[in-house]
């Protein structure tokens, strides 16, 4: 047996915990025993660091408690009550007690009977609380069970009252500080309960416990460690909140107590660089509150790793921040000049607030043949701007430094007239639909692009090309390609006329064609829209186009958009769980009547557009729906339908 420790204290931690009045104890002998199973969480094998310190490895003694039981002797009514030590954590943490089942107790000889007392032999069956009674205006409590530590415990106490308690299950929290020793007891509660006896009689034992039924789960309360950055893409030295929370914060209205202990920063190429966010960093660093934030300007791109101790279980947890460095930007002002004259050369750096200076030699001068070409002398150093009188053809470099990085950037000035901007198509006459790949040049000296435009008579028809170099694109009419930019300093623009020939249209197309205007639908489809081959990597065209009972009887002419290949392709990347099986994809007018369809005159089955799926390497259930939704909504599809909208929940989406 392990005797109990000091009353005053016991007392005293039931009263600050707000349960009922704890009197003076009587030692109480069970026959029984009460089992306090420790369940301790694993910690992973990732490295973490110690505050303030270099990389270094999984502490030991972070693990709170190997895995097994602890027997707590429950005593009878004649000896002082056992108690069992729990383990000792070496960091703060919160667990759980949840205390079940009930014990049979039965009225000893001694015990006289009456006034709401079980008679000698009678047995009763009793909850978490033990058993209560009011006999000559005195509580009795038969057993109470305590968990504790120093920082605090937790009692299922009696309750005051003539009737049994019948609770089979409670729970409770408490602190378990570091290095804290806890015990975990049965105690009788009143102060005459461990004896009993007649008029005139002997004194003995009230109860006899004939059974232990009731059991003690001690457990770590477990939460998850969260970081976060806003935003996680920023230019180079703006200010970037990262955030560290768990969730849970609370368990029973208690906080998860944890700590930061390390921020690990690994920044992208050359060498290393201090975190910008350090484990201190982080407010408020002390008490539980449940997030703690570091607001702090990065200049590399590179990923955080915050290491931390949740309610005594190692936690680790990285987010990755893009950072877009600074630029140097170099000009010549002007580009281009027909004979020996000024030239400003001018050095900026964006964003323009940061410090920065030029290094080295600062500017190099290198003509295009042979030395000279600029005087009186070279640009200095300490100029970020200078004008200089440039006589040959040739490149002027200007290198910086901005914090950690080392810029450099040139300008060309050409002495003579500057060629023309020149645009080449690969294919000058095409069939509707053929793919023409546009060319940009400009005799070997540098150029920008600032747009595209196809001309077809007087109509221009914009193209998503943007500022490429080169345009690859289908045409579908004769017509002419431009394209705008400058050549040096000098705005320019070049343009490739290419000769589309018409389709011969197919009697099956000129059927499908026809079902458009039968059937009302909100599209005018015209032969070059038609196909009879296709597919991509993963679907074929009979997939795509067919392969499915009454949506298209013109097989194998159809009509599929590369939206709808594309966004198809990406889902499937995204998905990442094997095949998509199509039940659906282009229907014509009458085969979309035909399937039962909702929208008989707009669905995007029609226009080549749409495609109803399912999992082909596993079963369809909800959950596996909503990772193929989520897969496909990543694509930014123009239809996303629920689990809810068939009845045979197939996923439908459309690009």
């Known amino acids: 047996m392990v005797p109990l420790g000091p009353l005053p204290h016991v007392a005293a931690q039931l009263k600050r915990h707000g349960f009922v009045r704890f009197m003076k104890t009587a030692f109480t002998r069970f026959c029984m025993t009460l089992v306090v199973v420790l369940l301790a969480g694993g910690c992973g094998s990732d490295e973490v660091l110690s505050p303030g310190t270099g990389p270094g490895t999984l502490m030991a003694d972070f693990v709170p408690v190997a895995g097994g039981t602890v027997t707590v002797p429950i005593p009878n009514q004649a000896t002082p009550e056992g108690q069992a030590a729990l383990p000792t954590f070496s960091r703060r943490t919160l667990l759980r007690a949840t205390m079940t089942g009930t014990v049979e107790i039965t009225a000893s000889p001694y015990n006289p009977g009456g006034a709401g007392l079980p008679e000698p032999g009678q047995a009763r069956t009793v909850g978490l609380p033990g058993f209560q009674y009011n006999a000559s205006g005195l509580y009795y409590c038969g057993a109470q069970l305590r968990v504790a530590y120093s920082s605090g415990g937790f009692v299922i106490p009696c309750v005051a009252g003539e009737s049994m308690d019948t609770v089979v299950s409670a729970q409770g929290f408490f602190y378990a500080g570091a290095g804290e020793a806890g015990t ?89 660089q201090v975190s910008p966010c350090t484990w201190n960093l982080f407010v408020p660093n002390t008490g539980d509150a449940p997030s703690r934030t570091c607001r702090r300007p990065f200049s590399r791109s590179g990923t955080l790793t915050v290491s931390a101790t949740v309610s005594g279980d190692l936690k680790q947890k990285a987010v990755r921040i893009e ?156 017509g002419t390609m431009w394209v705008f930019g400058a050549v040096l300093d000098r705005p320019d623009s070049a343009s490739a006329a290419v000769e589309v020939a018409g389709v011969a249209c197919d009697d099956i197309v000129l059927t499908i064609i026809g079902e458009y205007e039968t059937f009302q639908v909100n599209l005018q489809p015209t032969c070059p829209d038609f196909s009879d081959h296709g597919g991509t990597a993963h679907f074929s065209w009979s997939e795509l186009n067919g392969g499915f009972e009454d949506g298209n009887p013109h097989e194998p002419w159809g009509m599929v958009r590369a939206a709808l290949t594309t966004g198809l392709e990406a889902t499937r990347t995204n998905y990442n769980r094997g095949g998509i099986r199509l039940s659906s994809g282009y229907r014509c007018p009458h085969g979309n009547t035909a399937v039962g369809s909702t929208a008989p005159q707009t669905s995007y089955h029609m226009h080549g557009r749409a495609a109803d799926m399912f999992s082909s390497d596993h079963t369809w259930t909800e959950d596996e729906f909503n990772l193929l939704k989520t897969a496909a909504d990543a694509t930014g599809p123009i239809e996303s339908f629920l689990w809810t909208e068939y009845p045979d929940h197939h996923y439908h989406a459309a690009w």
Do not use: H
């Open 184 to 272: 975990a007891f049965r105690t009788a509660g009143s102060p005459n309960a461990w004896y009993c006896s007649k008029p005139g009689g002997p004194t003995g034992p009230c109860w006899y416990y004939s059974t232990a039924g009731q059991t003690v789960t001690i457990e770590r309360v477990t939460a998850e460690l969260n970081v976060t950055a806003t935003p996680t893409t920023v230019n180079y030295l703006d200010t970037v909140t990262v955030t560290v929370s768990i969730s849970p914060a609370q368990a029973g209205g208690f906080n998860v107590p944890w700590t930061i202990d390390s921020v690990r920063w690994v920044a992208d190429s050359f060498g290393t």
């Open 323 to 478: 950072v877009t460095p600074p630029q140097l930007k170099v000009t010549a002002s002007p580009a281009s000049i027909p004979s020996a004259q000024s030239v400003t050369f001018t050095a900026s750096v964006t964003p323009s607030w940061v410090t920065w200076s030029l290094s080295g030699s600062g500017w190099t001068w290198r003509p295009d043949s042979g030395t000279g070409g600029i005087s009186p002398s070279n640009c200095w150093w300490y100029e970020k701007t200078c004008t200089r009188t440039i006589a040959k053809s040739g490149w002027m470099k200007a290198t910086a430094t901005v914090g950690e990085y080392a810029l450099k950037d040139s300008a060309r000035v050409l002495l003579g007239t500057p060629p023309r901007l020149q645009l080449a198509a690969d294919k000058q006459a095409i069939t509707a639909g053929e793919t023409v790949t546009f060319t940009t040049s400009a005799g070997g000296e540098p150029y920008t692009i600032s747009s595209w435009v196809y001309r077809v008579d007087s109509t221009s028809q914009s193209v998503a090309c943007g500022t490429a170099l080169q345009c690859v694109t289908p045409l579908t009419t004769t």
